[in-house]
């Protein structure tokens, strides 16, 4: 079984009870201590649950199983976001940070994140220790969790209290409530509805309540898993409406006529808000499948750029060591400089909320100044479930594509998954998910028509029939 277990873009997950059981749990529990053990030998470990199924019995286990064999542990009493174990993770000087969530994913899966020091996502060279450890004999025992929580080494740690004074000492919340801006947000049945709900009880919730099956919808931010608040947004012309995903890190908006605000243009109007309000610089990091439109933003106002491969660990890296002024990918994943090198779904809508506020102007206004610089863009998506065999097939005749539709291939890109571009700022681009059975399928063009129709004629190329 231990070959089976595989660290994606972000963490281990798995179904529950098919792979992700109690001995499986164990396996990548005990590669975790043995990385921490090697260079501490009595290493603190900030572990985190979300509102999965069985996530405070699986966090009991890993607890007493890194308690038991020389680790302190800080456990919260509750369920966590993601965010807030790895800003508790640099707030109590932990080793390591572990929150166990299958982030977005359908609710039959769980998973497993490692955190470093430095409260972002563990380096790839970590996790490829972690992992090659999987298995790997040891002498590690069980241990009795009430025993070990009443001798002290477990102790329960309030990470939700941390954060919430972390957000209320980054903005003015009196200022954004003052704005009488009308906010409605959707958790998805996920880690951020408590939180959400005690900064602005005001605002008007959707799915806050205990679901561990998330309706049978998966908690990802994007429109189609969104039309209550959608639906609520344009009816009532409420300006600000926001969603975050299973764990909270993930970001979706909606404005005032009900249309999705997808993660590229909130990269870029965070960007645009620290620079030229905050007068803040520094590098802009974004993954391989983001708009170019924030390429041409750095070049306009001289910032460095750099794209990296799919999954937040590769731009968290690279804001432990480097001014990064925003890291983001497609996904709905963002983050800024002045906070953790970590994407959080709350303080990023937190910032647009700010930027609102401070601005007087509605979130198409803000856009509608973004593109007089950029120009206007689309970026679509579509994801494909198909078989192992179809999914294999497609990847393999990647790199022979040179027309689909009516589209002509220029160039190809292949840092991570295949872009290809035909010109006049549009492309599509393919490539297997790292955390779900599907391929994905994204296209950018001047406006939403252009970009679904690439798509269309992507999908009916690659899917031949028999």
Request: glycine share 8%; with cysteine.
């Amino acid at each position: 079984m231990e070959n089976k277990i595989k660290f994606g873009t972000d963490g281990w997950r798995a179904i529950i009870g098919v792979d992700f059981t109690s001995a499986n749990l164990k396996m990548v529990t005990d590669a975790t201590l043995s990385y921490l053990l090697k260079n501490n030998p009595k290493p603190i470990v900030l572990l985190g649950y979300d509102c999965r199924f069985n996530g405070k019995l699986f966090a009991q286990m890993t607890a007493a199983r890194l308690a038991q064999n020389g680790a302190k542990v800080l456990l919260t009493p509750g369920f966590v976001s993601t965010p807030m174990v790895s800003l508790a993770t640099v707030q109590r000087r932990a080793d390591m940070g572990i929150i166990l969530t299958a982030s977005h994913n359908p609710p039959e899966y769980s998973g497993f994140k490692l955190k470093g020091p430095y409260g972002g996502p563990a380096y790839p060279s970590v996790i490829a220790e972690v992992e090659a450890g999987i298995g790997k004999p040891n002498d590690f025992a069980d241990g009795n969790f009430d025993f070990l929580a009443s001798s002290g080494k477990i102790e329960y740690y309030d990470a939700e209290a941390l954060y919430i004074n972390h957000l209320k000492s980054s903005f003015s919340i009196e200022a954004i409530s003052e704005s009488n801006i009308n906010i409605a947000y959707d958790a998805m049945y996920g880690a951020g509805r408590k939180v959400f709900a005690k900064v602005f009880p005001e605002a008007k919730l959707f799915h806050c309540e205990d679901n561990p099956g998330f309706n049978g919808r998966a908690p990802e931010p994007i429109d189609k898993n969104l039309p209550e608040l959608r639906d609520y947004c344009k009816n009532n012309n409420i300006p600000f409406g926001l969603a975050t995903d299973g764990d909270a890190d993930r970001i979706g908006l909606y404005d005032d006529r009900g249309v999705f605000i997808d993660s590229h243009h909130i990269i870029l109007l965070v960007a645009n808000y620290l620079l030229q309000k905050k007068k803040m610089k520094g590098k802009i990091v974004c993954t391989f499948s983001c708009t170019d439109k924030i390429a041409k933003f750095a070049k306009i106002h001289g910032l460095p750029f750099e794209v990296t491969k799919i999954g937040f660990k590769y731009i968290a890296e690279i804001m432990a060591s480097e001014t990064v002024l925003v890291g983001g990918e497609e996904s709905g994943g963002i983050a800024v400089a002045g906070h953790i090198p970590e994407r959080d779904g709350i303080y990023i809508g937190m910032l647009v909320l700010e930027m609102m506020a401070k601005s007087g102007k509605k979130i198409s206004e803000l856009i509608s100044d973004i593109y007089d610089e950029v120009g206007p863009f689309a970026v679509e998506r579509n994801d494909l479930h198909l078989s192992e065999a179809d999914k294999a097939r497609i990847v393999s005749e990647c790199p022979s594509y040179q027309k689909f539709g009516s589209y002509s291939v220029e160039s190809i890109e292949s840092l991570d998954g295949f872009k290809y571009r035909f010109g006049e700022g549009k492309w599509v681009m393919i490539r297997p998910s790292g955390t779900e059975p599907v391929l994905r399928v994204y296209a950018e063009a001047e406006n939403s028509e252009t970009a679904k129709d690439i798509l269309t004629q992507t999908i009916n190329t690659i899917i031949r029939k028999a």
